[in-house]
T-cell receptor
């Protein structure tokens, strides 16, 4: 069955880069997403990548996709305290089903 | 509407009672999803609708859980004979259909269910 896995916790210093990793199992996934959930708030889309792309950059965010290994990563450059949140990786499978990982808690130390 | 609306925002119920959670998706969104987020846990997929039909109900935890969607719009998630382990935040999301490329899912603020 489908499964999306992420590491549970990442701690970085302010100004450093953060890299959050995700693996997925469904090779038919068309789009892959990164969502952010701040404390007490709902989930918001950060960025996404289409499955035929290797990389997407959006300001401080860089998404890398290795389709062969079914590995997705999110790099946040110059991490700020406001980036502290839970980051969810998600895959959209054929038929529009969205499957999420368990989320990675990012803690940024000042 | 402007966003995904869920009601109630908070619900406290006694063990054994039935509850109904409502989701009003963004107008025109054909896909609707229900997830459950327990304290400190990730997003557990429950069910999703494409229009009024549910292609995948595999995430419903037990036969006490059911969901329906009518008119391709509002959906209700019903939990019968609630148990304490049902306590969680129930999140609803909606998105456009698959024919239109990327379909970002927009989330509601969730219903926090507490079973006492």
């Amino acid at each position: 069955g489908e499964d999306v896995e992420q590491s549970l916790f990442l701690s970085v210093r302010e100004g450093d880069s953060s890299v959050i990793n995700c693996t997925y199992t469904d090779s038919s996934s068309t789009y892959l997403y990164w969502y952010k959930q701040e404390p007490g708030a709902g989930l918001q889309l950060l960025t996404y990548i289409f499955s035929n792309m290797d990389m997407k950059q959006d300001q401080r965010l860089t998404v890398l996709l290795n389709k062969k290994d079914k590995h997705l990563s999110l790099r946040i450059a110059d991490t700020q305290t406001g980036d502290s949140a839970i980051y969810f990786c998600a895959e959209r499978e054929y038929g529009n089903k969205l499957v999420f990982g368990a989320g990675t808690i990012l803690r940024v130390k000042s | 509407g402007a966003g995904v609306s869920q009601s109630p925002s908070n619900k406290v119920t006694e063990k054994g009672k039935d509850v109904e959670l409502r989701c009003d998706p963004i107008s025109g969104h054909t896909a609707l999803y229900w997830y459950r987020q327990s304290l400190g846990q990730g997003l557990e997929f429950l069910i999703y609708f494409q229009g009024n039909s549910a292609p995948d109900k595999s995430g419903l935890p037990s036969d006490r859980f059911s969901a329906e969607r009518t008119g391709g719009s509002v959906s209700t998630l019903t939990i019968q004979r609630t148990q304490q382990e049902d306590s969680a935040v129930y999140l609803c999301a909606s998105s456009r259909g698959t024919a239109e490329g990327n379909t970002e899912a927009f989330f509601g603020q969730g219903t926090r269910l507490t079973v006492v």
